[in-house]
């Protein structure tokens, strides 16, 4: 049985879904004002992971993650301008920079071997079912309007604590007083539902009619809503990275559970920050990496994938350019084995029933490489056993193993030809050009091996 790290409860429980047809995932997502970094990617990474292994345990999954395109404002509580108009001016720059980074966040999911979510609904589309849920929190007593917003009366849940563990005093005490203060808001916990366009936010570009005037949402009620919609109230997973426990979860349990009157999710994921030798990797600290930058370094982007499953999901993975480099490594030197293999055939029994033991211990990336590696390298099991095994373990790992054996067998014809032509120089003793001959079938992205029998020739990785 799947067991994980549950953040409500603290402890790694058994997992149980809702309905067996149908497991209800949802995992946050991007804030699409500017490029995604790699730190940001290693969450995306763990949704992944999470989504496989559950079908890996026949249980199949709706998967919806959100866009951010309005309403996320430049701290993560409810102050500072709105991140994606803060260099925008009209409607149509907003529109355009939302669509761009969305792209560009989609084809890094491709480059990862990340498969799509099944839904991925952007926040400025479902604002109607984001101000029903607010008009629902007003009407049920757990939300009141200033002159400047609608706000979320955290003294009204008293469970409002439960991902943090917190006192509830002493989350009033603690909390960062806001640049501009309301004078009408209760508590300084409390959170915004929805932004009037007044004050600071008059210039708004994105903006939309609502019972309590022209305004905008706040950012935490945009996935209330969007899970809500299709995922339903009560729904079994929700993931994001570790930073987003306070106050982004935090803020959706008590604003859903409040308005829909039933407990909103059974099993919180929570990733660990990827850090430099500097510290937290963050666009605002002007440290961060993008997967074009590891790309234009000539590294593999499931280089990237290899080294995020090295470490567990709630360890820090601290990322160094050395340690990239041996990911890289570690991924050329298995398909580089592989691609010796025969077509698979068989299975290697004993390797899958330890490979889903470590998956199903709380995700385990760590300990299912190397049930992996131990099979490669063992002599127990014949090569198509091993290669049949592999692929099934990379319905998880998502390296793109069997893509890689695929096309390690299929020798290009003009390689085939510079073979050719390279035996006959050697035959011949026309050294000077049979090493010609070599390079170039080398720089065509092979190995050639001569043997008693005549040469062998092996996919370079």
């Known amino acids: 049985m799947l067991k994980l790290y549950n953040s409500r409860s603290r402890q790694i ?6 309905r067996p047809d149908l497991v209800g995932f949802y995992s946050c997502g991007p804030t699409v004002y500017n490029y995604i970094h790699i730190g940001n990617l ?4 763990l949704a992944d992971l999470v989504r496989r292994a559950l079908k890996f345990n026949s249980l199949p999954v709706k998967f919806v993650m959100n866009i951010t395109d309005v309403g996320h404002l430049t701290s993560d509580s409810d102050t500072g301008d709105d991140k994606l108009e803060k260099n925008a001016r009209t409607l149509a720059d ?16 491709t480059a990862l071997n990340i498969d799509p979510p099944d839904v991925l609904p952007r926040a400025s589309e479902h604002v109607p079912e984001q101000i029903e849920m607010v008009r629902t929190l007003i009407d049920k007593g757990f939300a009141y309007e200033s002159d400047e917003a609608v706000y979320f009366d955290v003294a009204k849940f008293p469970d409002y604590n439960q991902l943090t563990g917190q006192k509830l005093d002493d989350m009033m005490l603690g909390a960062r007083q806001e640049v501009v203060k309301d004078p009408r808001k209760k508590n300084p916990i409390d959170f915004v539902l929805w932004f009037k366009a007044v004050g600071r936010y008059q210039n708004h570009i994105q903006r939309w009619d609502s019972p309590w005037g022209v305004g905008f949402p706040g950012w935490h009620i945009e996935c209330s809503a969007m899970s809500r919609k299709y995922l339903g109230n009560h729904f079994d997973i ?9 106050p982004h979860h935090t803020n959706e349990i008590a604003q859903s559970e409040a308005a829909n009157g039933e407990p909103f999710v059974n099993v919180w994921l929570h990733g660990e920050h990827l850090s ?32 995020a499953l090295t470490a567990h999901y709630r360890a820090k993975l601290n990322f160094t350019w050395d340690g990239l480099q041996a990911a890289q490594n570690a991924l050329n030197n298995l398909y580089s084995i592989i691609s010796d293999f025969t077509a698979p055939a068989g299975q290697a029994e004993k390797f899958e029933q330890a490979f889903l033991a470590a998956i199903n211990s709380d995700l385990g990336p760590p300990q299912a490489l190397a049930v992996m590696w131990d099979l490669v390298k063992t002599d127990e099991v014949s090569d198509a056993a091993k290669l049949a095994s592999l692929f099934k373990f990379d319905e998880v790992l ?8 695929t096309a390690s067998q299929v020798i290009p014809e003009v390689v085939i030809n510079l073979a050719s032509e390279r035996e006959t120089a050697r035959r011949a003793k026309d050294y000077v050009r049979s090493d010609e001959l070599r390079r170039a079938i080398e720089s065509n992205g092979y190995f050639l091996e001569d043997s008693a029998d005549g040469f062998r020739l092996k996919k370079k990785f």
Do not use: C
Request: hydrophobic content about 45%; proline content about 4%.
């Open 42 to 45: 290693r969450s995306f990474l």
């Open 276 to 307: 430099l030798p500097e510290g937290k990797m963050s666009k605002s600290e002007g440290n961060s990496i993008t997967l074009a930058t590891l790309i234009d370094k000539g590294f593999s982007p499931l280089a990237f994938r290899y080294l």
């Open 398 to 405: 998502g390296l793109k193993l069997k893509d890689v054996w």
């Open 238 to 246: 929700h993931a994001g990275g570790i930073d987003l426990k306070f």
């Open 94 to 109: 907003v529109q355009m920079l939302a669509k761009k980074y969305t792209d560009a966040f989609l084809s890094d999911l």
């Open 13 to 18: 429980e058994d997992f149980k879904p809702i």
